[in-house]
């Protein structure tokens, strides 16, 4: 098998052969879906959220990608950045941090930390977005 080291960090790497909290929730509080027609990368990313004390908390996060590795190493890194934060913690996670964290991208994979950013910003807002329906109807 060729060596990756030259073009990704270890960490992505180990997202890539090992993602974290890959996967689907039952009955998820916001869910949201982007994809890229260019590379063809789709996300999708689910979360529940709990309510503790007044603010709500990012309880749990899955997700499943069917893209190339930068795209799964993104999702992947994103949902331990943002697991078990609040809302407001976790809405501070962007494009740029995913990048940072990874320990860099090539150039011609950035666009994947820009989906896993837009994808959990939208599974947010689907969720409030429920929370304001929900309320509605009281």
């Given at each position: 098998?060729?060596?990756?080291?030259?073009?990704?960090?270890?960490?992505?790497?180990?997202?890539?052969?090992?993602?974290?909290?890959?996967?689907?929730?039952?009955?998820?509080?916001?869910?949201?879906?982007?994809?890229?027609?260019?590379?063809?990368?789709?996300?999708?990313?689910?979360?529940?959220?709990?309510?503790?004390?007044?603010?709500?908390?990012?309880?749990?996060?899955?997700?499943?990608?069917?893209?190339?590795?930068?795209?799964?190493?993104?999702s992947s890194i994103l949902t331990t950045l943002?697991?078990?934060?609040?809302?407001?913690?976790?809405?501070?996670?962007?494009?740029?941090?995913?990048?940072?964290?990874?320990?860099?991208?090539?150039?011609?994979?950035?666009?994947?930390?820009?989906?896993?950013?837009?994808?959990?910003?939208?599974?947010?807002?689907?969720?409030?977005?429920?929370?304001?329906?929900?309320?509605?109807?009281?």
């Amino acid at each position: 098998m060729e060596d990756f080291s030259e073009y990704y960090s270890p960490l992505v790497l180990k997202h890539v052969s090992k993602p974290q909290n890959m996967g689907k929730i039952k009955n998820p509080d916001g869910v949201a879906m982007v994809g890229n027609p260019v590379c063809g990368d789709i996300m999708k990313y689910y979360i529940k959220v709990e309510n503790k004390k007044g603010t709500l908390y990012i309880k749990d996060i899955k997700f499943q990608t069917l893209g190339c590795g930068a795209a799964i190493a993104t999702s992947s890194i994103l949902t331990t950045l943002v697991k078990g934060k609040s809302l407001n913690e976790a809405l501070k996670v962007t494009k740029g941090t995913i990048v940072k964290v990874l320990g860099g991208l090539p150039t011609a994979k950035i666009h994947c930390s820009v989906l896993a950013d837009e994808c959990f910003n939208l599974a947010v807002k689907n969720y409030k977005q429920k929370l304001k329906t929900k309320r509605q109807r009281k």
